[in-house]
């Protein structure tokens, strides 16, 4: 969902941590119709990823779903703070959630991108 549109085939959306990390998947039917990882990146800090929802599900709530129930599973874990690289076209979807702009615009497989955290406490 968020690769195959810029061209980049299933083996460049893969990352090195990918194993290691957190998938929370929306199903529908059994089909996944959205999707979140987090992966931690120090002992109270993690980085959420690959972020997607299905276009027909869009704007149904579903993303905003996905990105509060991964907060509420990484808390109890005992993560403090959720940073993310999001797309210039959702960093307004990540600051209705509570995220906040870091930093400088950036390019990122070709596409402008905003640092952005959020703490949950």
Known sequence: MLRA???HPLEATRF????????LLALDA???VGCVLFHPEGPATGRLFQMAVEPARQGQQLGRQLVQALEVMVAQRGFRTVTLHAR???V????RLGYEVVGEPFVEVGIAHRHMRRNLL
Request: proline share 10%; glycine share 14%; charged share 15%.
């Open 30 to 32: 059994g089909a996944a």
């Open 16 to 23: 090195p941590f990918e194993a290691e990390s957190l998938h």
């Open 5 to 7: 549109p810029l061209g």
């Open 88 to 90: 210039e076209t959702a």
């Open 92 to 95: 307004g979807f990540y600051a």
